[in-house]
């Protein structure tokens, strides 16, 4: 594992322990080695993990499309700040530099780039093990509707699985390095129906 991208919202939240582990998950990208791949904002938990990385002295690349680069203020200080047309490339680029991703808090924008990742490996499209920092059970609400799912058979245990959570960021960077992401194929029922 050499990059790591990381997904989070562009504000604050509501909780001070979000800003925290923004800080120390940034912290421990660059500690580890790892380059930090992200959306390139300046604002909110996106630009404390930015911040908190380069302070460690770790290289960070930026992703943002043009129409946002004024929105959410292009972080100016980063290793790289690639400026792409459009959202979907925003996102293909974060992916294909990225080896392992990590969502920390966030809303809309966080949920939908994390969701995009997780079926791309479910599909097969790439295998790269993802993971939630689960700061103070912000994700529990969301985990408890994706057990739902499982017991509905609209998902399989193994690809709920998929996505590792912690909530400690290092711990979660650790067990990422370890993760070695198998094709499960994601058909539940092609034989039955
Ligand atoms: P949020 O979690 O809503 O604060 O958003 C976090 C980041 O996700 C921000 O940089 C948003 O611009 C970005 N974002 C929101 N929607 C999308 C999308 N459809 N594709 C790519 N990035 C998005």
Redesign the pocket.
């Known amino acids: 594992m050499k990059a790591v991208c990381v997904?989070?919202?562009?504000?604050f939240g509501a909780d001070k322990a979000f800003e925290e582990a923004a800080r120390s998950l940034g912290a421990a990208i660059a500690k580890r080695g790892f380059t930090l791949v992200y959306?390139?904002?300046s604002v909110?938990?996106?630009g404390a993990v930015a911040d908190s990385a380069l302070a460690e002295g770790g290289e960070v690349i930026g992703v943002?499309?043009k129409a946002?680069a004024d929105?959410?203020l292009a972080h100016t200080g980063l290793t790289e700040l690639k400026i792409v047309d459009s959202?979907?490339a925003?996102?293909t680029a974060m992916a294909d530099a990225a080896d392992a991703f990590v969502s920390l808090p966030?809303?809309?924008?966080?949920?939908?780039?994390t969701f995009?990742v997780w079926t791309w490996t479910q599909l097969g499209v790439h295998a790269k093990p993802l993971g939630f920092v689960n700061v103070n059970g912000y994700y529990e609400g969301l985990l408890t509707f994706l057990d739902h799912a499982v017991a509905s058979g609209f998902v399989k245990q193994k690809h709920k699985e998929l996505a590792l959570v912690d909530a400690d960021p290092d711990a979660l960077l650790e067990a990422l390095a370890k993760t070695d992401v198998s094709y499960e194929p994601k058909w539940i029922d092609r034989q039955n129906r």
């Open positions: 997904f989070t919202g562009s504000s959306g390139g904002a909110g938990l996106m943002l499309p946002l929105l959410e959202m979907h925003r996102k966030g809303g809309l924008g966080t949920l939908e780039e995009e």
